[in-house]
């Protein structure tokens, strides 16, 4: 196969603007996906006679693979062609919502959920790198902007399109509605899909693959399993230990070997470093907010489901709206102002929030909320685009893997340690009451939200304390 020299890339022509649709499209279904079923879990414990346990494997089974499957996916982007694995992926993820679709027993269900975790784990890194290589150094934040709109919007709305559908269908017709989109998906990757990646063919190191797989799958799996069983339990004590000797072994393995399957040394570039830490802290917070915040609504403010999630559209909206503003404001502005307006306009909004009633409208708080998406919108885009900037052309696979598989993590560890934090709220309140009436659960509900927002609003003032350190313009690409 012909190895594509990095200059003769950026000389190349390409037609950018079919090629990023049929990009955005396949990441928006298949990170619609990743949300799309959480509210049609009452139903399909009815259907198929499971409990609450057991179906949350199919959000936590869905994330871990998702979380193994990115780190492979940088091997794999320098082994075979971008149309082949763009294809490849979509095709996966078609079969397993088909599958899906078809499931009348929770086994079969699960696996095909696996499946299409394996599309969406090799989309996403695809998506990302594609766009970074086919774009210009001067418009790569508006671009990546873009994607990043997909990243955050789709997961976002798919609560809400998820209820729309129940609404005439039951959960098999939430796979169903997916198909035709797959279905152009691949249609639009045979024919426009270009091979941008640097094929050097690396020596496939199954012991790497071990690692990776048993570290990211280890540190998922424990976290999002400490959110029931709790984090001192011996199950996720040891899938925490394994997957973080695991991940220690796989850098250890990584330094050794001449073509590594992951580029770890991208971390010596201080403002990569910091930029992937200010992407976890974003999204730690973004995606605890997002589940909190409707928990909230439902058992103080006394508000429908539906309205709870419709109540989280606005900010959604604004946050896919602005993450591609954003990307053309860091091509002008550079990365640090955007980013410490960004963690401003985070920690506003989560301060005020840890202070509201039961009596505050939803109104100020669907206002809030807009503001602190404005906030996570401002952090995303110019985070990544300057991280990925500071690496040389041949590791920009490297640096998206990195990026999306902390991405995955961040989304675990947040919805584990901030709910673990409302439920301890809870539990503290409670224990303080004699008269148990609903008025009082209204009120423990309140207090644990305002517990994880304390805790929040530290994570917000760590990040708006990195941002201060960013420097922009360090870019490696003529290295």
């Known amino acids: 196969m012909t190895k594509i020299n990095n200059n003769q890339l950026q000389n190349r022509n390409f037609n950018i603007v079919p090629i990023m649709i049929t990009l955005l499209l396949g990441g928006f279904i298949s990170l619609l996906n990743e949300t799309i079923l959480n509210v049609a879990f009452p139903q399909i414990m009815s259907d198929l006679h499971i409990g609450a346990g057991t179906v949350q494997w199919l959000a936590t089974g869905y994330m871990l693979v998702v979380g193994i499957l990115v780190p492979i996916t940088a091997f794999l982007i320098h082994t075979f062609t971008t149309k082949q694995l763009y294809n490849t992926a979509i095709v996966l993820f078609l079969l397993g919502t088909l599958s899906a679709g078809f499931s009348t027993a929770f086994s079969i269900l699960l696996i095909s959920r696996m499946f299409q975790a394996c599309g969406t784990g090799m989309l996403v890194p695809i998506m990302m790198n594609t766009i970074l290589m086919i774009n210009p150094p001067e418009k790569h934040g508006a671009a ?73 799958g280890g540190i998922i799996y424990g976290i999002s399993a400490s959110e029931s069983a709790g984090l ?68 103080s403010l006394a508000v429908s489901s539906v ?15 602005f993450s591609p503003l954003a990307g053309r404001m860091y091509d002008k502005l550079g990365a640090r102002v955007l980013l410490i307006a960004g963690f401003i306009f985070m920690g506003i909004p989560v301060t005020c929030l840890a202070y509201i009633s039961i009596h505050t409208s939803l109104t100020l708080i669907i206002a809030l909320h807009c503001v602190f998406c404005l906030g996570g919108a401002f952090i995303m885009a110019p985070a990544q685009t300057n991280s990925l900037k500071q690496l040389p052309p041949q590791n920009s696979a490297d640096g998206v893997a990195i990026i999306n598989t902390s991405i995955q993590i961040a989304a675990a560890l947040g919805s584990s340690l901030f709910i673990g934090l409302l439920e301890t709220g809870q539990r503290n309140y409670l224990l303080k009451v004699t008269n148990f009436t609903d008025m009082e659960n209204r009120l423990a509900s309140l207090f644990g939200m305002k517990y994880s927002l304390l805790v929040a609003i530290g994570f917000i003032l760590v990040g708006l304390l990195l941002a201060s350190f960013v420097k922009s313009n360090q870019s490696t690409s003529t290295q």
């Open 307 to 321: 309205v709870a999630g419709l109540a989280l559209l606005p900010g959604g909206l604004i946050n896919g709206i």
């Open 232 to 299: 001192f339990n011996s199950h996720v004590l040891i899938a925490l230990g394994i997957g973080l000797v695991s991940i220690i072994m796989f850098v250890w393995r990584q330094l050794g070997l001449k073509q590594p399957m992951l580029e770890v040394r991208a971390f010596k570039y201080p403002m990569f470093a910091i930029g992937v830490l200010l992407i976890m802290i974003n999204m730690m917070i973004w995606f605890s907010l997002n589940i909190i915040l409707p928990t909230f609504m439902q058992n």
């Open 144 to 216: 990546l902007g873009l994607g990043l709109f997909v990243i955050l919007f789709a997961p976002a709305i798919g609560p809400t399109i998820a209820g729309l559908i129940l609404s005439f269908f039951n959960w098999n017709g939430l796979f169903f509605c997916l198909i035709p989109f797959a279905l152009v998906a691949i249609v639009l990757g045979s024919i426009y899909i270009k091979n941008v990646s640097t094929i050097t063919k690396p020596k496939i190191d199954a012991l790497s693959i071990i690692l990776s797989t048993l570290g990211f």
